[in-house]
């Protein structure tokens, strides 16, 4: 096990045992006795600036309507976990957060959440959350949080480099391979590329789309680890083929969550599986990358088509002293009309919880189209087939996907042997939530 493992692992085992002391110290509903709330806010920073910003200012507009302040903090997403598990440890949690909807689970074991039923019905009495979201708020009989964003990505190819060897965006993985395969012979860029390590979500996204493709996963229907099995064996191949092959680069082990970004958009990679942050880019900052672009589905496997919708929630913390505040807040930036608002300028990076939102117009837009498809029609979770839960949510913040393929990319290990390796910390994180 990993130094870092070790750590997260100790780490975990620590909080665990201060659950209850947490919740012991924790007064949900209480208020402070005079004047307004000062409500500490933690939320993911998107790579749409204007996304953060209009955010920003609707906590602005809060503030006046209401005389409470709001300190809003914006967080990378490889940042978000780690700081949120240290938040618990220092009971230091923020009153209003910004959390991946499959880590609820783990902090309303840990007694960190409020459950927040009325506000739920509030917001879904007007306009309906949709049923994945509404499901994957609720734990143990409770809503413990409201659906925030959710979403899907999709792959970016450059249709001048395709029209200029006679090929089109690949359809299915087995295309994939040897359309980028044949980009890359040609000598100028790679053919495809995402990252496939620490610090970056994409990897694990990568990973969990090509296995479920296959006709894999990392847990079962029954939420069991399901790691080692013939089809996540083909799904590991395949990608350890593509950086063998020196079809992606061999660097990606090391990139983050932008690096596919910049590749893409420094026109070093000829396709990229990405969120509409590409597009954003393109769309204010490179026109003329953008005509040369085709944005199209994720490709399917011999299981279907899929993509990684890594929803998000928003959770109130049972040591806020503004609860009231607190959910008024959240009602405050859930509102359908300004939500809307928010969900447009961030052009496609992030989706709507609100069914009643996706036949907006900007919805049309044939770039942003494929996203918002995607993740209606092809959207899975961390946990799929199984439930979300605690640990599914674990073995996805810390990266045992990433890690895995690393050991057969960098090390040279066999599929198998890594197989092995992984789905020995998947039960280990397994074992620990029972």
Not at 28 to 34: D, M, R, S
Not at 368 to 375: C, M, N, Q, S
Not at 399 to 412: A, P, W
Request: charged share 25%; net charge negative; proline share 5%.
């Amino acid at each position: 096990m990993s130094d870092r493992r070790k750590l997260i692992a100790a780490l975990l085992v620590v909080l665990l045992a201060l659950a209850s002391a947490f919740q012991a110290m924790a007064t949900p509903q209480q208020e402070a006795a005079e004047g307004p709330a000062v409500l500490e806010v933690w939320k993911w920073k998107s790579f749409v600036q204007s996304q953060n910003e209009y955010l920003e200012q609707q906590f602005r507009n809060f503030e006046v309507e209401t005389g409470h302040k709001v300190n809003s903090t914006f967080l990378p997403a490889e940042e978000i976990y780690r700081k949120q598990l240290a938040a618990v440890e220092a009971r230091t949690f923020p009153d209003v957060c910004e959390i991946w909807a499959q880590n609820l689970d783990q902090f309303n074991r840990m007694g960190v959440l409020i459950e927040m039923t009325d506000v739920f019905n509030d917001l879904n009495g007007k306009s309906p959350f949709s049923n994945l979201m509404a499901t994957m708020v609720k734990y143990q009989g409770k809503i413990v949080g409201i659906p925030l964003t959710t979403g899907g990505e999709a792959h970016y190819w450059r249709k001048d480099i395709l029209g200029g060897l006679g090929l089109t965006a690949p359809d299915s993985w087995t295309e994939l391979k040897d359309t980028a395969k044949k980009i890359t012979q040609a000598g100028d860029v790679y053919g495809f590329a995402t990252a496939l390590g620490r610090p970056a979500t994409d990897g694990e996204k990568l990973m969990e789309v090509i296995m479920w493709c296959n006709g894999g996963s990392v847990m079962d229907k029954d939420g069991k680890p399901a790691l080692k099995s013939a089809a996540n064996k083909t799904a590991f191949e395949y990608v350890a083929s593509l950086v063998k092959e020196r079809i992606m680069p061999e660097g990606i082990t090391a990139w983050d969550d932008g690096a596919n970004n910049r590749a893409y958009q420094t026109r070093s990679v000829a396709g990229v599986q990405n969120s509409a942050s590409v597009y954003n880019y393109m769309n204010t900052q490179d026109q003329d990358l953008l005509k040369d672009t085709v944005i199209v589905p994720i490709p399917k496997g011999p299981a279907g088509r899929f993509t990684d919708t890594v929803p998000h929630a928003v959770g109130i913390s049972k040591s806020t002293k503004y609860a009231k505040a607190a959910k008024d807040l959240v009602r405050y930036i859930m509102d359908l009309d300004r939500y809307n608002g928010w969900i447009k300028e961030a052009g496609g990076q992030i989706q709507p919880v609100y069914p009643a939102l996706v036949s907006d117009p900007f919805w049309s837009d044939p770039y942003r189209k494929p996203f918002i498809e995607g993740g209606a029609k092809y959207g899975a979770y961390q946990g799929y087939p199984g439930p979300g839960s605690a640990a599914a949510g674990e073995i996805f913040a810390t990266y045992v996907l990433s890690d895995t393929i690393q050991k057969v990319i960098v090390d040279g290990w066999t599929v198998d042997r890594a197989l092995d390796w992984g789905l020995e910390k998947v039960t280990e994180i397994y074992e620990r939530w029972q």
